[in-house]
C-alpha cells in the first residue's frame, strides 16, 4: 500500500444506511469505530481505485469526495445511465452493474484518467443462465458472475482497453463433504461471491464460507471451507489474502483477522445490525507524487531505465523487495524465495509466477 491510498470498509444497515469503517491502518486492521453516512442505499460496491459505488432506488450513485483523510466523502451523486440499476460491482478499472431484467452492462473508458468512465456497453449473460444474482470482480480484475440457477461463470478478455472482455468460461463450484481438496458430496447452492486480493470466495445456502484462488483453471478440489463463524455474506480485503469481512444470518458483523494469536478467526465489530459489507482501497488523487511510497524498506535508487531493461539478468536482493502486502511474512514462501535467488532476473519472476507489481502498486528494484 502506499501512504497517500489506505483499505476502505463500507457496509449496509439492516435499514439500508450506510456506514464506513474509520480507523483502518496497517496492524489495525479492524479498525476503530462505525461512522454514519447520509442517505439510503440498497447496496453498495468500494472499488480499488478510490470510488465507492451504491444503488439508490434502482439509480447508480457514486459518492464524492472521498479521500483517506475524508472518508465519508461529501455527496451521492447519480451517474448517468438508461437502465434500471439493481447491483454493481467495482474493480481496480472496471465497473459491471446487473439491472433489474437481468442483462448485464460495462461502464467503458474507465482509467486513471478518468475514474468514473465515459460510457456504457451491454454484455451478453452466459447462454444458459436463467438471470444473475451476483457480480464478484477481483484484485486483479477478473469478473465473475453467478446465476440464479447456480452455476458460476468467469469472464474472460476483461482489459483496460476490453473491459467487456470476449467470451464466458463456466467455473467449478465447491463440493461439500469436508476438506474441499477431496471433490466429495454434492456442490451446495451458493448464494454469494466476492472477489479479494489473491482468492475467489463463496458462501453457501448453509452458510459456509469457501475460497479459491482465482489464477488458472478452478475446479471443485481448487475450493477451501474456511473454518469458524458461519457467515451469509462476506467480502475479502483488497490487499490482504486473509483478511475478510463477513455479516453472519444474524445480521452481525465480523473481521477475519489476527491481531494477537497468529491465528486467524473471525471478531465481531461492533453491535450495528448489518446485512452486507464491501471492501475496498481509498485514494488520495490529490498526491503530487505519482510514484508508490513503499511502506517497507524502501530502496535507494529509483532506476527507471533499469525497470525497462526486464530481459537482462539483474541481481536481486532481499532489501529491494518492498511489498504492497504489509504483512511480508504472508507471503506465498515459493514466492519469496525466487524473489530472493540471486540468479533470477525480474522478468522470470514476473513470468513464473504471473505476478504483476506494477499493477500492484509495488516498485520492484534492480540493481545490476
Not at 453498495?44 to 479521500?67: C, E, F, N, Q
Not at 455479516?247 to 471478531?267: A, C, K, M
Amino acid at each position: 500500500m502506499t501512504q497517500n491510498a489506505k483499505e476502505s470498509v463500507w457496509a449496509i444497515s439492516k435499514s439500508n444506511i450506510p456506514f464506513f469503517r474509520s480507523g483502518i491502518s496497517p496492524g489495525k486492521e479492524e479498525g476503530t469505530k462505525w461512522v454514519q453516512v447520509d442517505g439510503i442505499i440498497d447496496q453498495l460496491s468500494v472499488s480499488r481505485s478510490g470510488t465507492v459505488w451504491g444503488i439508490m432506488h434502482d439509480k447508480l450513485v457514486y459518492r464524492a469526495g472521498v479521500t483517506p483523510n475524508k472518508e465519508e466523502g461529501t455527496a451521492w451523486t447519480t451517474l448517468t445511465h438508461n437502465f434500471s440499476a439493481a447491483h454493481v460491482g467495482a474493480g481496480g478499472n472496471c465497473l459491471w452493474v446487473c439491472d433489474a431484467e437481468g442483462n448485464l452492462n460495462v461502464r467503458t473508458g474507465m482509467g486513471k484518467s478518468s475514474r468514473l468512465g465515459s460510457g456504457w456497453t451491454s454484455v451478453p449473460t452466459p447462454s444458459t443462465a436463467t438471470g444473475i444474482s451476483d457480480v464478484a470482480i477481483t484484485a486483479a480484475d477478473d469478473v465473475f458472475v453467478l446465476t440464479d440457477n447456480n452455476h458460476l461463470f468467469k469472464r474472460e478478455g476483461v482489459t483496460a482497453s476490453c473491459p467487456e472482455g470476449v467470451a464466458w468460461t463456466k467455473v467449478a463450484l465447491p463440493k461439500t463433504g469436508g476438506s474441499g481438496f477431496l471433490g466429495l458430496g454434492a456442490a451446495p447452492a451458493v448464494i454469494q461471491i466476492a472477489g479479494g486480493y489473491q482468492h475467489l470466495w463463496a458462501v453457501t445456502e448453509s452458510q459456509e464460507v469457501w475460497r479459491t484462488p482465482f489464477e488458472g483453471i478452478i475446479q471443485e478440489r481448487s475450493w477451501d471451507r474456511i473454518p469458524g463463524q458461519k457467515m451469509a455474506f462476506v467480502c475479502p480485503s483488497m490487499c490482504d489474502s486473509e483478511i475478510t469481512w463477513g455479516v453472519n444470518n444474524r445480521d452481525q458483523i465480523f473481521v477475519r483477522t489476527s491481531p494477537h494469536t497468529g491465528r486467524y478467526e473471525w471478531l465481531r465489530q461492533g453491535t450495528i445490525m448489518f446485512r452486507m459489507v464491501s471492501v475496498g482501497v481509498v485514494m488520495d488523487y490529490s498526491a503530487q507524487d505519482s510514484r508508490p511510497t513503499l511502506s517497507r524498506s524502501h530502496s535507494q535508487n529509483w532506476d527507471t531505465s533499469a525497470q525497462q531493461q526486464s530481459s537482462q539478468r539483474q541481481e536481486l536482493k532481499v532489501t529491494d523487495i518492498p511489498f504492497k502486502v504489509e504483512q511480508c511474512d504472508q507471503m506465498d514462501s515459493e514466492l519469496l524465495a525466487a524473489l530472493v535467488t540471486p540468479v533470477l532476473s525480474s522478468h522470470e519472476v514476473l513470468q513464473r509466477f504471473n505476478y504483476d507489481f506494477c499493477t500492484e502498486n509495488s516498485v520492484l528494484s534492480v540493481q545490476g
